[in-house]
């Protein structure tokens, strides 16, 4: 049993019990205390996911990821999104994790972040507007050859497939 007196434990007792209204109203109360809190805020995304409001959750997670990088913590960012991605694909979250990783000087994984993405929205025809942007800015943009090429044969299919 966790310790009373460390209310950021506490709520992390919560999420782990899967008690997630209890370890929202919890972290609410706390973020109004601590508003600038980045880590409390990171908590936001597991509970909103959790509790099966994934628009939530990645307004969240995005808000977070931004303000972090504003701040320059860009290898929290890449951490955080890296996590948050595995269970959530929106165009928003690769966004601000390209321009992290661009950042950071990992240009490869900046643009293979994107070729996943891309991947994805042509796979299950999702956010196509958005795969097509991201396609068009791997081509024209990447200094990697091959993830280039990669960009060119997705872009193909989507017009195979008249996407």
Do not use: W
């Not at 980045?38 to 977070?64: C, H, P, S, W």
């Not at 990088?69 to 959530?88: P, Q, R």
């Not at 694909?89 to 972040?113: C, M, T, V």
């Not at 800015?137 to 990447?142: A, M, P």
Request: glycine content about 4%.
């Amino acid at each position: 049993m966790v310790s009373r007196s460390d209310p950021k434990l506490e709520i992390m007792e919560l999420i782990l019990e899967e008690k997630y209204p209890e370890a929202l109203s919890k972290l609410t109360r706390l973020l109004k205390a601590e508003p600038d809190n980045r880590q409390l805020k990171m908590l936001l995304f597991d509970i909103y996911y959790n509790m099966g409001n994934v628009n939530r959750a990645v307004d969240a997670a995005a808000e977070t990821a931004r303000e972090l990088l504003e701040e320059g913590f860009f290898d929290t960012v890449i951490g955080y999104l890296k996590k948050v991605t595995y269970y959530v694909k929106h165009p928003e979250l690769y966004r601000i994790l390209f321009r992290a990783l661009i950042k950071r000087g990992l240009d490869y994984e900046a643009f293979q972040s994107l070729i996943d993405f891309c991947k994805y929205g042509v796979k299950n025809h999702k956010y196509i507007d958005e795969v097509k942007n991201f396609l068009d800015i791997i081509i024209d943009l990447s200094p990697i050859p091959s993830l280039s090429q990669e960009a060119e044969k997705l872009k193909k299919a989507l017009q195979k497939e008249g996407l």
